[in-house]
C-alpha cells in the first residue's frame, strides 16, 4: 500500500513502515507463530513514547484500521491482516525499580527474561512466566501462571496499576484505588484485559529475593538458586510417573510439579522417541525441597529405578528460564493452550498420552508438540481470591491447583489441525471428573488455542461486565479482541 492512500502521516514522529501487499506475510510479521498471519499489515508503527501511541491511534481512527499491540510476539490467537496497524512495542522497554514502595514499573514491550535478570541482579522477583521471550504485560494481562503461582499469587494479583491509552487518545493511569469505570477497567486488565485499551506501562508488586532463602548455585557459585528434580521415564513407565505425579498434589506452596508427555529433543539419546517427564522446582532452600514427603518421593528407590535418567541441578535464579529457550523460535505453525482443572484421574492421564501418542506417530512434524500437567498449592490464588481486591479481578477457579498446559507446534496445515483436535479431545477426557462434579471449564485467556469458547473463559456475569467495558474503552472496535460476543 502506498504512504499516498493513508490520510494524516505527518501525525507519526515516530518510525513507520508501509509493508508492500505482496510480501511474504510471515516475512514482515516475524512472531512465535505463523497461525493467523493472513497478509502484510497495513502499516508497521513503532513508537518511542506514549505520545506516539496517542499519534497511531489517530492514524488509525482515520483511516479505519485495527490496532494490534505487539510485545513478544507470543500470542498465535491473533490475526494480523491488510487491515492491521501493526504497534510494535519494542523501543516501550524500560524497567524502573522502586525499592521503597517494593514495585517496578515495565514498559509494554519489556520482555520477561530482561525483568527477571534485572530483578535478581537488584535482588528482588517478582511472578513471572516460564518464557524468557514472552512480554510481561501482555501475560499479565491474561492472567499469568507462572512457578510463583503458591507463594505470591498469579501475576494478575500482583499488579499495581496499569498506565494506557485509550481508544479515543487519552492518557489514563489505572489501580486498584481507582474509582468507577477506571476501576472497572483495572479490574479487567487484571485477567481479561487484552483488547481494551494499548498498556504503555505496568507496574507490579516485588519481593525481596533473600526471603525465599534460596540455595547457591554451588560451592563456587553463590547465585541464589532453584533446586530442580528430573527425571525421564520411558512409555512403559508412565504408570509409575503418574502415580508419583499425584500423590504429589497439592505440592508445598514453594514447589511445582510438572508431568508431561513429549518426545525426546534433537541431539539426546532419546531424540524423536516418547518420553514421560516428570520434573519437580523449588522456591527455597534445597535441603527443605529434598526433606518435603513430595521431594523425597522423588528420590525413592523404586520409582528412580524405572527412570531412564534422573538429575538433581541448582539453576540460579536469573536463568531459571533459559532451559527453554528452543521453544521460543519464530515461525511454524503453533499454539499454547491452558486448562485449569481441579483433579485428575490416572485413566484420564493414560488415555491423553494415548491421543497423544496416536497424532504424533501419524505425524512425524508434530515431533515438537507436547502435553503439561502443572500442579502447584493453590491455597494462596484462593486467599488472594478472598479479598476485596481479589474479587473483582478477572480470574477464576482459584482453588483448582492443576493446570494442563498444550504446546502445539508443526510445519504443515494438516498436522495443526490434527493437533488443535488432540488438544480438544484430550481435554474433554481429562476434565471428564470435574464436569461430573458440575465444575464449568476454565481456560487462562493468555495461553489460547486459536480462538477459544467464551464460555470457557470466566462466568456469565464477569463476560457480561467484559461486554459492557468492551463497549465503554473499544466501543467502536478499533483494538482486535478475542474476547468480544
Not at 198 to 212: E, K
Not at 370 to 394: D, I, Q, V, W, Y
Request: glycine share 8%.
Amino acid at each position: 500500500m502506498a504512504d499516498s492512500s493513508f490520510n494524516s502521516t505527518n501525525l507519526l514522529a515516530c518510525p513507520f513502515s508501509i509493508p508492500d501487499p505482496k510480501a511474504s506475510a510471515t516475512k514482515v510479521v516475524s512472531r512465535w507463530s505463523d497461525t493467523h498471519v493472513e497478509s502484510p499489515p497495513a502499516i508497521i508503527i513503532t513508537p518511542n513514547s506514549e505520545d506516539d501511541v496517542v499519534s497511531a491511534i489517530k492514524f488509525a481512527k482515520l483511516n479505519k484500521l485495527t490496532v494490534i499491540p505487539a510485545g513478544g510476539r507470543h500470542n498465535p490467537a491473533i490475526p494480523i491482516t491488510s487491515k492491521t496497524l501493526y504497534l510494535d512495542l519494542i523501543n516501550l522497554k524500560s524497567i524502573q525499580l522502586d525499592k521503597q514502595n517494593s514495585q517496578v514499573q515495565v514498559g509494554g514491550g519489556a520482555l520477561t527474561g530482561d525483568v527477571i535478570r534485572y530483578l535478581a541482579q537488584e535482588g528482588f522477583f517478582t511472578t513471572m512466566a516460564n518464557s524468557n521471550a514472552v512480554g510481561v504485560v501482555g501475560c499479565l494481562l491474561g492472567g499469568g501462571n507462572s512457578s510463583q503461582n503458591g507463594l505470591i499469587g498469579w501475576m494478575a494479583d500482583n499488579a499495581v496499576s496499569f498506565r494506557v491509552v485509550t481508544a479515543s487518545g487519552d492518557i489514563v493511569q489505572v489501580s486498584s484505588s481507582s474509582k468507577g469505570e477506571e476501576l472497572a477497567l483495572f479490574n479487567a486488565l487484571c485477567g481479561a484485559g487484552h483488547g481494551l485499551c494499548v498498556v504503555v506501562s505496568a507496574t507490579i508488586r516485588i519481593y525481596p529475593l533473600s526471603s525465599l532463602n534460596l540455595s547457591p548455585a554451588s560451592k563456587d557459585d553463590p547465585s541464589p538458586s532453584i533446586w530442580n528434580r528430573t527425571l525421564i521415564f520411558p512409555p512403559t513407565a508412565i504408570d509409575s510417573a503418574i502415580d508419583a505425579f499425584l500423590a504429589a498434589s497439592p505440592p508445598p506452596e514453594p514447589m511445582n510439579v510438572i508431568f508431561g508427555f513429549s518426545r525426546g529433543p534433537p541431539g539426546t539419546p532419546f531424540a524423536g522417541k516418547p518420553i514421560v517427564l516428570l520434573t519437580s522446582t523449588y522456591y527455597g532452600p534445597a535441603s527443605e525441597a529434598e526433606a518435603s514427603s513430595v521431594g523425597a518421593s522423588l528420590f525413592h528407590p523404586s520409582l528412580v529405578e524405572k527412570a531412564v535418567k534422573a538429575d538433581t541441578v541448582q539453576i540460579p535464579f536469573a536463568s531459571a528460564n533459559n532451559a527453554y529457550e528452543p521453544l521460543n523460535a519464530h515461525g511454524g505453525f503453533k499454539s499454547m493452550s491452558s486448562n485449569r482443572i481441579a483433579r485428575l484421574s490416572p485413566q484420564a492421564l493414560k488415555d491423553a498420552y494415548g491421543k497423544y501418542l496416536a497424532v504424533t506417530d501419524k505425524y512425524p512434524d508434530a515431533v515438537r508438540s507436547a502435553l503439561m500437567f502443572h500442579s502447584f498449592n493453590p491455597f494462596k490464588l484462593a486467599e488472594l481470591g478472598a479479598t476485596p481486591e481479589g474479587k473483582g479481578r478477572f480470574v477464576e477457579a482459584r482453588d483448582r491447583g492443576f493446570c494442563t498446559i498444550g504446546v502445539m507446534w508443526s510445519s504443515e496445515p494438516a498436522t495443526r489441525d490434527a493437533l488443535a483436535v488432540l488438544y480438544d479431545e484430550a481435554v474433554t477426557i481429562l476434565q471428564k471428573d470435574d464436569e461430573e462434579a458440575g465444575l464449568p471449564r476454565r481456560v487462562f485467556p493468555g495461553i489460547m488455542k486459536f480462538l477459544p469458547g467464551r464460555r470457557d473463559l470466566l462466568s456469565g456475569e464477569r463476560l457480561a461486565e467484559l461486554d459492557r467495558l468492551q463497549e465503554k474503552w473499544n466501543g467502536d472496535g478499533l483494538f482486535w479482541s478475542a474476547y468480544k460476543a
